[in-house]
RNA sequence: GGAGACGUCGCAUAGUCUGGUCUAGUGCGCCGCCCUGCUAAGGCGGUAGGGGAGCAAUCCCCUCGAGGGUUCAAAUCCCUCCGUCUCCGCCA
């Protein structure tokens, strides 16, 4: 939810900030009409309810004639009150829609444009030179279906395409993955979570996802509850409705949690191995910040998503995406693209967002300051790890022999284990 | 799954039966001031959030778990939902 009374103040940088997301830019001019006409309401309703309420206090005094005659004024009264209720509600129902139609405000310094208009901030690590190496490069499922890691077949005859088992080394590597990824939260100074993962749908709507990502989110009618596709959602409904005492620095937390994604626009890509799957797991890291220090943060969580990256030794890129591909509530966002040797291209590991605070609006999470009163907080989330590491890690050091190097950080989640070695 | 009790402005509690000076009282905590060698005690005052109008002082509206309803008028009566607790059943 974008903050309507800046809306109202400079209505000029939303609209820019419309046309650099590609999206509509007369939504700013819609929401503005109808939030003037629900002012206009509201004030009238008000007054006429005023009327009412010391016209009762009249009553309640009142005796006899004085009395019959006040009930009549006021049943008439309560008429009209009750027409202009309607009619103030209705509105504000019309603005606030409007206005839930209008994605964050995107930054300073965002790549204008779309998928493709993304810059490119800086390259970590040299992709091998497998050719020089004399090493015939397999891709992460043949690597994994020597190994007896992953079982794709019996993932699909059990729960349908895009399903998986992982079994043996592949269970122990995505443990040991995880693993290092809350050791590497925890020591950083965040609070490790494990969090529901399925969510009411204030929950869902207030991180932004039942937009225009509803159909990517399953959803249980039964119960009405939707299973969540990362534990941002369940870590910022965490502090929902709470005033926060962030005097001591920003609240951060990093939640465990399987994530499940219908991925239902996305038919026919990635349909080889574990890239895009139905339910995956992953360490997230979430932080409730004032909103001067968001971007500072989102700097902070970023060195984080590097160091678990430079742990398993990934040669990377980290881009800016560019505003038409940001979600709904990202004002900015950084991922950190790993080499895919097989598909020599790069894969998306990790993906920090700096929501300000559109997020927290919606789900009221406000800081309590120094001089007492209350304002929004800004809300930031960020990959540590995930299932689809898996990938790059088995693709990037596999070995002549069929045999994957384990990286030194590793080691210790793998009980030593410095190489893992194909299943006759 | 069944039966019952409960949910009030940070915490605790009054108010609900019997609708109207509840414009939600009180205690604790917190903040300011006074008193006072210091401290304690004591005294006085202030202490929820959101929204609207206004240059401002200020005024008004909404919120008593949430949402509806009845009524001129709802913390109070009715309905639905959510949550907590107790007991029973079932399952670990």
């Not at 629900?38 to 010391?54: C, I, N, V, W």
């Not at 700096?354 to 960020?382: H, K, M, P, Y």
């Not at 069929?402 to 030593?416: D, F, I, N």
């Amino acid at each position: 939810m974008i903050d309507l009374r800046a809306l109202r103040d400079d209505p000029e940088t939303f609209r820019a900030s419309q046309r650099a997301r590609g999206a509509d830019e007369h939504l700013v001019d819609t929401v503005l009409d109808l939030d003037a006409r629900r002012r206009e309401a509201l004030a009238a309703f008000e007054a006429k309810r005023a009327e009412q309420k010391s016209l009762g206090r009249l009553v309640a005094q009142a005796q006899g004639e004085e009395k019959t005659e006040l009930l009549a004024r006021t049943k008439a009264l309560a008429a009209e009150v009750k027409a202009l209720e309607a009619e103030a509600s209705e509105l504000a129902q019309r603005a606030e829609a409007a206005a839930f139609e209008i994605p964050n405000l995107v930054l300073d310094g965002v790549p204008a444009g779309g998928e493709d208009d993304y810059a490119v901030l800086r390259h970590v690590g040299t992709p091998r030179d497998f050719a020089a190496e004399g090493v015939e490069v397999r891709d992460h499922l043949a690597i994994g279906e020597a190994l007896r890691a992953i079982d794709t077949e019996r993932g699909a005859k059990v729960s349908g395409s895009r399903f998986y088992f992982l079994t043996g080394i592949g269970a122990r590597l995505e443990l040991a993955l995880l693993n290092a990824a809350m050791d590497k939260a925890v020591a950083a100074g965040l609070t490790p979570m494990i969090t529901p993962t399925l969510v009411k749908p204030e929950a869902m709507a207030g991180t932004g996802f039942l937009g225009e990502h509803a159909a990517e989110v399953y959803h249980l009618p039964q119960d009405d509850l939707y299973l969540v596709g990362t534990s941002e959602v369940a870590l910022a409904g965490y502090h929902a409705g709470e005033i926060l005492d962030l005097s001591d620095g920003p609240l951060r937390y990093a939640g465990w949690s399987a994530c499940y994604r219908r991925e239902a626009g996305s038919h026919g890509r990635d349909t080889r191995g574990i890239i895009r799957v139905h339910q995956f797991h992953k360490v997230e890291m979430f932080v409730y910040a004032r909103p001067e220090d968001a971007e500072a943060e989102h700097e902070r969580i970023l060195a984080f998503e590097e160091e678990m990256l430079d742990l398993v030794e990934l040669p990377y890129r980290v881009i800016d995406t560019a505003a038409g591909d940001l979600g709904t509530s990202a004002a900015r966002k950084f991922d950190c693209e790993a080499w895919l040797p097989s598909q020599e291209r790069w894969l998306e590991l990790t993906s920090t967002s700096n929501c300000t605070t559109f997020q927290a609006r919606r789900l009221g999470v406000r800081e309590r300051t120094e001089d007492g009163s209350t304002r929004i907080v800004a809300t930031l989330n960020g990959t540590l790890a995930t299932t689809r590491w898996i990938v790059a890690l088995l693709e990037n050091h596999q070995q002549a022999d069929g045999s994957v190097r384990v990286p030194e950080g590793l080691r210790p989640y793998l009980g030593g284990l410095e190489v893992l070695t194909p299943v006759a």
